[in-house]
């Protein structure tokens, strides 16, 4: 992102929403899920209100879950304090809502505040992992058919939409600015009638990541106001993800040759380019080479104790703390190591342990023992997780191997199916074992559907799978 000179001079060329006409309260509801900001979005705007010698009311529904589960914040403002007979907005009557999530946003509880061509709506698209996840990774949130929802709801006009999340990672680092942006897009659009001051002044009063909050208002004014100017200002720059398949290969190899060295890099992308010589052959798109260049340095890059240690010790965690807290803070660690966490005695998953801050000086020597991954002298690499993680490795070369001996344009599809089966393996320990059956499964059918003549029906439902291939024990 530009410097802070150019933002200012972006920002000031801004138009400012017309003053807001009251002839009754505004009633404002705010949609997310909890532990991303929605009640401190509410709690601000309360506050500018009250800078404003203006009264508003704020009421909070959390639901049973308040990190993760759904919030509505109902925001009510108005120049009388007669006029806010109640704290809840009426059936219909909601002049604004502000979808921080989609899917809390297209929900009945906050669509019943919604009028058609009345409530005007701001709708945040990135999908935010809901509880379902836990049960689905792969879950699907429909997210094109809840924003047909909202816009259905609204009216034509009435719904203006963004991803917040990929902004505030973009331009800030983090997405935990995603909501005050949002925020900062409808004020632009005339959606929130408060001040600038007052409400720059409210996120200072709550004193909680000042600065970054009033930058995420201020990107999101411009996002709404001058798109264009905020594209120039965000140049090349950023940890955007990879956008294109040379972009997505040269990324993974930078994360390999962190994760191990530059030999480990180098085994990586020659084994996507023999695939994408392959594939090139057949002509078309190069989807097999981008399954591949996923799943491949996934397998590589297997969360073991060398790497978790390096993660937590290569700065980028030491810079996020410290971007995000201020003053004295206490650093914990949550492990289960596998020579002092044990199983329950009736088969429960391991428990963690919590370690101080003392933890920190070992995992930066931990961390350097990565040159035993592997090898003979490796204390960790006995345990049958991590033999089977080397073996998934040599597993999957073998098979793309196979798929590219038998390629063909009718079978690419099924081809990349198959080579896109690492994406499914997650988590640790028991969770992955878990999910390592379900993939299993899922191979032995596509390898059937892949090549009938070599590889022999699956099993009835209920029934052990063989260990080979991708997934091998």
Not at 217 to 235: S, T, W
Not at 420 to 435: D, M, N, Q
Request: net charge positive.
């Amino acid at each position: 992102l530009a410097g802070p000179g150019a933002l200012d001079e972006a920002l000031a060329q801004l138009p400012r929403p017309a003053p807001h006409r009251w002839t009754g309260p505004y009633d404002l509801l705010v949609a997310g899920v909890g532990g991303t900001g929605v009640i401190t979005v509410g709690s601000v705007l309360a506050m500018a209100a009250h800078l404003e010698h203006k009264h508003s009311s704020v009421l909070d529904f959390t639901g049973f879950a308040q990190k993760g589960g759904a919030v509505l914040s109902f925001v009510r403002l108005a120049k009388e304090r007669a006029r806010l007979n109640q704290v809840r907005i009426d059936a219909q009557q909601a002049d604004a809502l502000l979808a921080c999530d989609l899917v809390v946003g297209a929900s009945n509880e906050a669509l019943q505040s919604v009028r058609r061509a009345r409530t005007r709506v701001v709708a945040n698209l990135h999908e935010i992992p809901v509880a379902g996840f836990l049960h689905d990774p792969d879950a699907d949130l429909r997210a094109p058919q809840l924003a047909e929802k909202l816009r259905f709801a609204a009216g034509p006009g009435h719904l203006e939409s963004l991803d917040a999340q990929a902004l505030a990672e973009r331009l800030l680092g983090d997405s935990i600015g995603a909501n005050v942006l949002v925020a900062g897009y409808a004020w632009q659009r005339g959606l929130i009638p408060l001040g600038l001051a007052s409400i720059e002044r409210a996120l200072e009063l709550n004193g909680v990541a000042v600065e970054m909050n009033k930058l995420a208002f201020g990107l999101g004014r411009l996002a709404a106001g001058a798109p264009q100017a905020l594209a120039e200002l965000m140049g090349n720059d950023g940890p955007a993800a990879p956008r294109d398949l040379e972009a997505l290969i040269a990324h993974r190899e930078r994360l390999l040759t962190a994760y191990q060295d530059t030999a480990y890099a180098a085994r990586y992308r020659a084994f996507v380019e023999r695939v994408r010589a392959t594939e090139t052959r057949l002509g078309g798109s190069l989807a097999l080479t981008e399954a591949v260049a996923r799943a491949y340095a996934k397998l590589m890059a297997y969360k073991d104790e060398y790497e978790v240690a390096r993660l937590y010790t290569d700065g980028e965690l030491a810079a996020q703390l410290a971007a995000q807290f201020e003053g004295n803070y206490r650093l914990e660690f949550n492990f289960a190591p596998p020579l002092l966490s044990r199983p329950g005695p009736h088969g429960e998953p391991p428990r963690k342990l919590r370690f101080g801050p003392w933890m920190l000086p070992l995992l930066r020597l931990l961390a350097k023992g990565k040159r035993l991954r592997g090898t003979w002298l490796d204390p960790f690499g006995r345990t049958c997780e991590r033999r089977t993680e080397r073996a998934l490795v040599a597993a999957y070369e073998a098979r793309v191997d196979e798929l590219l001996a038998q390629l063909s344009a009718e079978n690419l599809s099924l081809a990349v199916e198959i080579a896109s089966l690492p994406e499914s393996i997650r988590g640790f320990g028991h969770v992955k074992l878990a999910s390592l059956a379900l993939a299993r499964a899922r191979e032995a059918e596509l390898l059937h559907r892949f090549a009938p003549s070599r590889s022999p029906a699956p099993p009835a439902r209920g029934t052990s799978t063989p260990a080979s291939g991708i997934i091998a024990a």
